[in-house]
């Protein structure tokens, strides 16, 4: 089944465009732990690979570009972009449907929140959001040994989930960063999870 209404091929020539080669080998790797994912998870590999190739299909616009599409035509709330980081999910969802022909709901909605992630994530959108973090053709970061062994198993998608937030929020107490309310209540969530398990 077609995901796109692009050809495969047509889809990367046009990442590798509109991204910075940094960006497109990141989004190569991200499809690439999307699909190795799914299968150990049984969820479909080849949306798997679409949604985690065009998940940052947006990321290299201009901010400018990236608030006209999130304020004027997805009319979104602004408490949800303290950073102009997280500016970049919702409008690849946006671009991922309007320039690819993306029509399938939850690849959209994985790539929508694949920066903060969002309480009560599926498996696919739980995939999409750690395969971003832990890829391995861009990715170097310490703490991905961990996630990635815990990724091995079926029952550690949340756990290693729980380790890449851990960072996020120390890497933005570090910075001196705001922390986005979202992701200390999915973070709780997460951890009421693991303990009930
Ligand atoms: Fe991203
Ligand atoms: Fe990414």
């Known amino acids: 089944m077609n995901y796109t209404k692009l050809?495969?091929?047509?889809?990367?020539?046009?990442?590798?465009?509109?991204?910075?080669?940094?960006?497109?080998?990141?989004?190569l790797g991200t499809a690439e732990w999307s699909k190795k994912l799914a299968q150990l998870h049984g969820l479909n590999e080849d949306k798997a690979y679409i949604a985690g190739l065009l998940h940052d299909c947006a990321k290299c616009y201009p901010e400018e570009k990236l608030r006209h599409i999130v304020n004027d035509i997805l009319h979104l709330d602004p408490s949800e972009f303290i950073s102009s980081k997280t500016l970049h999910a919702p409008a690849s969802a946006y671009i991922a449907e309007k320039e690819y022909g993306v029509e399938d709901k939850e690849i959209l909605s994985s790539i929508r929140w694949h920066t903060i992630g969002k309480k009560n994530m599926t498996t696919f959108e739980k995939i999409i959001f750690i395969a971003d973090k832990v890829e391995t053709r861009t990715r170097d970061k310490d703490f991905l040994g961990e996630a990635r062994?815990?990724?091995?198993?079926?029952?550690?998608?949340?756990?290693?989930?729980?380790?890449?937030?851990?960072?996020?929020?120390?890497?933005?107490v570090e910075r001196d960063l705001k922390i986005c309310i979202d992701t200390i209540e999915i973070y709780n969530s997460l951890e009421d999870s693991i303990n009930v398990n």
Do not use: F, N
């Not at 495969?8 to 989004?27: A, F, G």
């Not at 998608?157 to 933005?172: F, G, N, P, V």
């Open 149 to 172: 062994e815990l990724l091995e198993t079926k029952d550690g998608l949340d756990k290693a989930i729980i380790i890449s937030y851990k960072e996020t929020i120390k890497s933005l």
């Open 7 to 27: 050809s495969l091929d047509d889809v990367l020539t046009k990442l590798e465009k509109e991204l910075t080669p940094k960006r497109y080998q990141h989004s």
